[in-house]
């Protein structure tokens, strides 16, 4: 089995589902990536009045809708990158190197400062 | 072997990139969704001024910046999904059920007019 | 009477509204700047579905909902504005400015390659 | 004077700018919700690693680039609400009555469990 089997079963399923539907019609990746980003920032307003430290202690029932949201994000992310025929798992090995290499554990250590990743 | 090793792999990896870089204290859930937030967007931005149509056939370059950011988004998901305690496959696998059974195909074929996820 | 009374009276109600409440308490720059991007996602989530060309003739009770949206994104911007100390109208206009000297119209006309505002 | 001058201003300057550069074509309702968007996650990406309350005492070259952002913001705004014949102060003042009967001073005072604008 290869290591991609569990978003490779979500991406067929994806598939399975916009085609009974007939909805791919409307998965242009344009319109893909603007659900991408509506569905985060329905994750993100869970935490929009809530302190850092209390997002760390969600109630269960709170919790519980996280867990959507983040589903959802998911979702869309396995769909467009299949529409776009991107490879989601070796792109993310990818830019973590990336990421590696932009900011080296010696340098940055402890510091927010250059805590961006671009 | 199970299915999530692709996924737990990165998130493996991504503890102790955070780890070696003393980051995790920048880490909350809040922080991480508003991160994941913004790569959503920075995503979105490219689409923003072609067409729908357009967006199926992006140039070679900008195919690639927008595979990139398709991996900063994944890497955000499951390093929140990590800090929440989350298992992303379960719950996009239970969201695709939920949606099945809110969006059934005889009666939503074709129509964009239901097509919401929530 | 300046300039500025449509917004100043708003910043002055949002004040009045957040002291009634003893909201002010969750009215930090950063949860101010969510907020405002969450707004911003429920805008947007009226179009993800629909064509550009559809985007221009919403019917009634859509362009109703998307009316709100509006002022909802346009409240959250008076208000962090208003914590930040920044002017508006002022910024707005310098941007204006600067976007005129970046994409001089005789270089880009009709062009959408340039088009970004950064 | 009317009291929308400062934006009426705003509205007729990004029509010219626009019309200058035959960049209208691409002003549909859904490409500017998406560049509105896009511009709230820049600058929501200014507060993405700092605390709540740093957030309050941003370092001025930092304020000076999310004034920048705070006023591309305002000009998206601006000129989605014009291509869709939208009283911006108007909304934004009805929103406030609306906000004001759904949260009555006396019940939510300085509790964030019910501060949500939906």
């Known amino acids: 089995m290869t ?3 569990a978003l490779t079963e979500l991406r067929e ?30 994750l993100l307003e869970h935490f929009q009045w809530v302190t850092e430290e209390a997002s760390q202690r969600l109630p269960a029932a709170e919790l519980a809708q996280v867990c959507e949201e983040l589903a959802d994000v998911l979702l869309y992310l396995v769909r467009l990158a299949d529409r ?5 798992i070796a792109a993310a090995n990818d830019k973590i190197e990336l990421n590696a290499r932009k900011y080296p ?8 400062r250059k805590y961006t990743d671009r």
Chains 1, 2, 3, 4 share one sequence.
């Open 105 to 112: 554990a010696g340098e940055v250590r402890g510091s927010s």
């Open 13 to 42: 399923r994806l598939r399975e589902f916009a085609s009974a539907r007939d909805w791919a019609q409307f998965h242009s990746p344009k319109n893909l990536a603007i659900a991408l980003s509506v569905e985060a920032a329905e």
């Open 3 to 5: 290591q991609a089997d």
């Open 84 to 88: 776009l025929g991107v490879d989601l």
